[in-house]
């Protein structure tokens, strides 16, 4: 009997002992995905138990690109939430505020200019990463600085917002004034989706995560790999080449993955500095994404 006591604890020992190696193991296997990359990649990932949290370049600046529109319209919908605005609003987008160097759906749909809701431009802005939509929403707003303001107060030091898309895409080095970290972008998210102190009204939340939810851009980034179905609700951001460096700034992907057991994880990957093509730079977000996936659904 004394002999079985001591087997039953070792197993449990050694058991124990594997369980908190395995996030190790999963930060082994990330830096094996990273290692020859001609890149710069900042991971963090949060699980619902603190020893599920793995971080690297955890608190390195990076810059945003349009991942900054989901904290965009995070602070619209604060000001709908006190009044100030509401999403049935309408806005008149005059065909002069359809800039033919910005990326914009909108502009394809309308070339002569329209009038929207404030709903509409947000999912414009979100789910299709409309650089129009998203500069329309930051002059309704009063500027960047007003969403730089809202997040400092809410406590999220690492975040800062100070330009729109116009001036960002028209200025390759000023990009790097919107930026955040993969800890501050995993911390922004976990505090929206569980709606921290009542953060926003119960309408606004199944509003923005429902958006979130249909994000078409980014196919091949954290969704790429998951299994048909998986849900995900993320926020992409990408810089595109620099014309003489031949460098991507940034190919960004965060967001909230939905596994099978009803649990969730959050894993924001930033990938900066990067002398790869456009396709590898999407693989090592989609690489790192599915094995975090497989060390979840592993536990």
């Known amino acids: 009997m004394k002999h079985a006591f001591y087997i039953i604890v070792l197993l449990l020992t050694f058991s124990s002992v594997g369980i908190s ?11 094996s995905i990273t290692k020859n990359k001609k890149a710069i990649v900042g991971v963090a990932i949060n699980g619902s138990k603190a020893k599920n949290t793995l971080r690297i370049n955890g608190q390195r600046h990076f810059p945003m690109q ?14 709908v939430d006190k009044g100030n605005l509401s999403l049935n609003q309408k806005i008149v987008i005059e065909k002069s505020e359809l800039l033919p160097g910005l990326w914009s759906p909108l502009r394809e ?10 709903a509409e431009i947000i999912e414009y802005t979100v789910a299709l990463s409309d650089n129009v939509g998203c500069d329309v929403l930051l ?21 800062a917002v100070r330009i729109n898309e116009e001036t960002m895409q028209n200025n390759w080095d000023l990009q790097f004034l919107n930026w955040t970290t993969p800890e501050e ?51 992409t951001g990408w810089s595109g080449k620099h014309k003489e460096t031949g460098i991507t700034a940034a190919v960004n992907n965060i967001g909230i993955v939905f596994l099978p057991n009803g649990e969730y994880f959050t894993i924001s990957v930033f ?17 790192i994404s599915k094995a975090t996936w497989d060390y979840f659904i592993g536990l």
């Open 109 to 118: 749909k309308y070339p002569d200019g329209c009038t929207l809701t404030i």
């Open 185 to 235: 972008a995993n911390n922004i998210l976990t505090t929206f989706y569980q709606n921290k102190n009542g953060l926003l009204s119960k309408g606004n939340y199944d509003f923005i995560w429902d958006i979130m939810k249909g994000t078409k851009t980014g196919k091949n980034r954290i969704k790429g790999l998951l299994p048909k179905g998986t849900v995900v609700a993320h926020k």
């Open 139 to 159: 002059r309704l707003l009063g500027g960047p600085q007003v969403v730089e303001n809202y997040f400092s107060n809410l406590g999220f030091k690492d975040f």
């Open 21 to 31: 190696q395995d996030i190790e193991s999963l930060k082994e296997q990330i830096n």
């Open 271 to 287: 990938v900066s500095e990067s002398k790869e093509n456009f396709e590898t730079n999407e693989k090592i977000i989609s690489d």
């Open 66 to 79: 349009s991942v900054f529109k989901f904290p965009i319209a995070l602070t619209i919908l604060s000001e």
